[in-house]
């Protein structure tokens, strides 16, 4: 079992920025791949950002390349996504979710094992 807890989202201005946590507990971090993804209403589960096991395979989708960073602490079980010039096409609710299986940076929703509870983006015009 692999516990995951998401913080950092809320009410940010066109071209703001944030930066979420997730802090996961229960396995060996190190041991899985780690994966941001977003959902916005009416809308399917999405891809946003994936790293590998000890951080040196990283992937993003289109839309974010050159905005988010994703990047991990294996000593503080926690990964981050650093959100910059945030645009309202970013507000969504967000999920980091753990790949046990995975060593590398997965895009596919199936792929992960273990998901948080989510964290509401919202990005004013």
């Known amino acids: 079992q692999v516990q995951l807890v998401e913080s950092g989202g809320g009410l940010v201005q066109t071209g703001g920025s944030l930066r979420l946590s997730c802090a996961a507990s229960?396995?060996?971090?190190?041991?899985?791949?780690m994966g941001w993804f977003r959902q916005a209403p009416g809308k399917a589960r999405e891809f946003v950002a994936a790293?590998?096991?000890?951080?040196?395979?990283?992937s993003y989708e289109d839309s974010v390349k050159d905005r988010f960073t994703i990047s991990r602490d294996n000593a503080k079980n926690t990964v981050y996504l650093q959100m910059n010039s945030l645009k309202p096409a970013d507000t969504a609710v967000y999920y980091c979710?753990?790949?046990?299986?995975?060593?590398?940076?997965?895009?596919?929703?199936?792929?992960?094992?273990?998901w948080g509870q989510g964290t509401q983006v919202t990005v004013s015009s």
């Open positions: 979710a753990a790949d046990l299986m995975g060593r590398s940076a997965r895009h596919q929703v199936a792929a992960y094992d273990y």
């Open positions: 229960g396995r060996t971090f190190s041991s899985f791949a």
């Open positions: 790293i590998s096991t000890g951080g040196g395979i990283v």
